[in-house]
T-cell receptor
């Protein structure tokens, strides 16, 4: 299957700082990328969906000014957690798709964020 | 948007078939059913998907009921490496191309030697 990478795989930061997470599709053009958050022992929760070159569409309850998503190219999307607080500590996972509903969504390995 | 419900856990003997059910009773006609699995602290791995017909690939089979309100993922010969959390999800795109993905609660499958 296609390969999606995330960087960094884990990050520890101080409260109040901003953290950027990168998601790359390595061998296909990802028209659509998804960002999820997963708390321990829970399912994945969709945060936002972005189409390349367009503004991201955020799920209800997700603050777009806090979780900045940029999808400027067909192989790269970034999620920036601004002014991070301990409650933002979570496992963040991206996925990428060609954009067709029938095409598989490939997931990255995830990024573990810990805010002190 | 359709929601999915799954049993929280299941056991399966190694070498036997694992049948994982998923209820998606509010699914609409244009929503696809996808199955993924997740091994601890990793990204989900794609298994199979379908709309209304049964599907089979090298990993599994997907059986979708005629009314599409439920489906079953079948791992024909479970191995210890199949121990994971299995997620049934529904995926739809609106007329504007926006895709919505809803993850179920997941079933923790334990394959027993």
């Amino acid at each position: 299957g296609a390969v999606v990478s995330q960087h960094p795989s884990w990050v520890i930061c101080k409260s109040g700082t901003s953290v950027k997470i990168e998601c790359r599709s390595l061998d296909f053009q990802a028209t659509t990328m998804f960002w999820y958050r997963q708390f321990p022992k829970q399912s994945l929760m969709l945060m936002a969906t972005s189409n390349e070159g367009s503004k991201a569409t955020y799920e209800q309850g997700v603050e777009k000014d806090k979780f900045l998503i940029n999808h400027a190219s067909l192989t790269l999307s970034t999620l920036t957690v601004t002014s991070a607080h301990p409650e933002d500590s979570s496992f963040y996972i991206c996925s990428a798709s060609t954009g067709l509903i029938t095409d598989t969504q490939y997931f990255g390995p995830g990024t573990r964020l810990t805010v002190l | 948007d359709a929601k999915t419900t799954q049993p929280p856990s299941m056991d399966c003997a190694e070498g036997r078939a694992a049948n994982l059910p998923c209820n998606h009773s509010t699914i609409s006609g244009n929503e696809y059913v996808y199955w993924y699995r997740q091994i601890h602290s990793q990204g989900p791995q794609y298994i199979i998907h379908g709309l209304k017909n049964n599907e089979t690939n090298e990993m599994a089979s997907l059986i979708i009921t005629e009314d599409r309100k439920s489906s079953t993922l079948i791992l024909p010969h479970a191995t210890l490496r199949d121990t994971a959390v299995y997620y049934c999800i529904v995926r739809v795109a609106d007329s504007g191309g926006y895709q919505k993905v809803t993850f179920g609660t997941g079933t923790k499958l334990q394959v027993i030697p």
